[in-house]
C-alpha cells in the first residue's frame, strides 16, 4: 500500500473527533490605518465599502459599536499607528489589522524636493517607518518572548507606484526617480514586516504583490480585471473619465488612487484568508458577485466567481493541509479531516478554490501532499 492509500485507509478508519481552534480570536477586530480603512470616507462614494466595513456588514466581524475598533484615520502615516494601538489595547481587542505606509512616502514627495533627497534621508524616513511599525505592535500584541496574547494580521505596504494615478505621475514628472526611491522605501519597509511576522507567528497579507500582479506588466499594464461576466476598470482617466459599458464596475476612485469597493472585496478575502490560516477561523470568502452587489454594480444572478487570492498570504510555519493551525500536517489534522469526509466544512473543503461543498478526495490530496511537513 502506498502512502496515499494508507492514509485514505486511516481517514476510513479514524472515528475520533478532534476540534482545534484559537477560540475568541475574533470576538473584538480592531484596525488600525489609513483612507484605505477609515470607516468614514462614504461621502461622494455612496456605494462605498472598504475591506474592515465589508467583513462587518457581509461577515458579521465585530469591530465594535459603529466599528469603533476601526481606528483608522485618513492621512494617516506610521506615525499614527502607536497610538491607534493604544486605542485598541484600551478597548481589549483580542485581533487587530494593520495596513499601513502610503501616506509617509506622500509626506516625503510633497515635503523634500525631489532632486535634493539623498539616501541619509531615505534611510531616516524607513527606520522611522520600522520604528513606528514595532512600536504598535508592541503595543497590541507584546514581545514575542512576552506575548500579550492579541493577535494580529499584517497588510504590508501596497506598491503605490501601480496605482492609476501614481503610474500616471510617473509618466509625467521630470524627475521619475523620486518613485524609485519611494518604491525602494517599501520594499525595505514590507522586508522588515515579513521578518517580524516570522519572529510573532503572525500572517502577513502581501498587498505589494497583489497590485503588481493585478495591474500586471509595467510596460502594458492591465486595464481591467473581471468579477465573473463584470469588467471591473483598472484604469482612471483621473481628468474626464469615459462613459463606459455595462456590465461594468469601477476599480478605483475617481483619485485614481484609492482601491473602490470590488478592489477592496478581495483584502477583505485577502484578511479572511489569513485568519483562517493562521488563527483556524472559519470565515466564508466574499464571493465577486457578493462584491459587486455590496458596491452598487451589475451581477449576473446564479453566477458565483471567486478570484484566488491565496498566493498572497503568507503564515509563518503553515503548510496547506495543516487544519489544526499548529504547524504540522500529521494525525491531528488527520483526524479533524476525517470527522469532516463529505462534509461542506469551509475548512477542510479547499480544493477548488473557495471550496466545492464537500470534504472530498480532492482535498485529500493536499493533506496526502503535505503530509508530515
Ligand atoms: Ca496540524
Ligand atoms: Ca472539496
Not at 465573473?228 to 459599458?245: E, F, N, Q, Y
Not at 485577502?270 to 472559519?282: F, G, Q, S
Request: hydrophobic share 40%; glycine share 8%.
Amino acid at each position: 500500500m502506498n502512502r496515499r492509500m494508507s492514509l485514505i485507509a486511516m481517514v476510513l478508519m479514524v472515528g475520533l473527533v478532534v476540534s482545534v481552534t484559537w477560540g475568541g480570536v475574533l470576538d473584538r477586530v480592531g484596525a488600525m490605518g489609513d483612507s484605505l480603512t477609515d470607516k468614514n470616507l462614504e461621502s461622494g462614494y455612496p456605494t462605498y465599502q472598504n475591506w474592515a466595513m465589508q467583513l462587518a456588514s457581509e461577515r458579521g466581524v465585530n469591530f465594535g459599536p459603529s466599528s469603533i475598533y476601526n481606528r483608522a484615520l485618513s492621512g494617516a502615516t506610521t506615525g499614527g499607528m502607536p497610538s491607534q494601538a493604544q486605542y485598541l489595547v484600551n478597548y481589549d481587542v483580542t485581533l487587530a489589522v494593520i495596513w499601513i505606509g502610503p501616506n509617509d512616502l506622500m509626506n516625503m514627495y510633497s515635503s523634500i524636493p525631489a532632486r535634493e533627497r539623498t539616501q541619509a534621508q531615505l534611510d531616516a524616513i524607513l527606520a522611522g517607518m520600522i520604528n513606528n511599525f514595532d512600536s504598535a505592535v508592541t503595543t497590541v500584541a507584546g514581545t514575542p518572548a512576552a506575548p500579550s496574547g492579541r493577535k494580529m494580521v499584517f497588510l504590508n505596504c501596497t506598491s503605490l507606484n501601480r496605482t492609476p494615478a501614481i503610474s500616471f505621475a510617473i509618466e509625467h514628472t521630470s524627475v521619475p526617480g523620486m518613485f524609485v526611491q519611494g518604491d525602494w522605501i517599501v520594499q525595505q519597509f514590507n522586508a522588515h514586516i515579513r521578518e517580524l511576522a516570522i519572529e510573532y507567528g503572525f500572517p502577513v497579507v502581501d498587498t505589494y504583490q497583489y497590485l503588481e500582479d493585478l495591474m500586471g506588466p509595467v510596460e502594458s499594464p492591465n486595464t481591467y480585471v473581471m468579477f465573473g461576466d463584470v469588467v471591473v476598470d483598472l484604469t482612471r482617466d483621473i481628468m474626464s473619465p469615459p462613459p463606459k459599458p455595462a456590465p461594468y464596475d469601477d476599480g478605483y476612485w475617481v483619485d485614481g488612487f484609492h482601491a473602490n469597493t470590488s478592489l477592496q472585496g478581495l483584502v477583505a478575502n485577502c484578511v479572511i484568508e489569513a485568519v483562517n490560516r493562521a488563527y483556524c477561523c472559519d470565515l466564508e470568502y466574499l464571493s465577486d458577485q457578493e462584491i459587486l452587489t455590496i458596491g452598487g454594480g451589475t451581477t449576473t444572478p446564479g453566477l458565483t466567481t471567486h478570484i484566488d487570492i491565496r498566493d498572497y498570504i503568507f503564515v509563518p510555519d503553515s503548510p496547506p493541509g495543516d487544519f489544526s493551525c499548529d504547524g504540522n500536517v500529521d494525525n491531528v489534522d488527520l483526524a479533524i479531516f476525517s470527522s469532516a469526509w463529505f462534509s461542506d466544512y469551509n475548512v477542510t473543503d479547499i480544493v477548488p478554490y473557495a471550496g466545492d461543498g464537500t470534504t472530498n478526495l480532492l482535498d485529500f490530496a493536499v493533506l496526502a501532499a503535505h503530509w508530515l511537513e
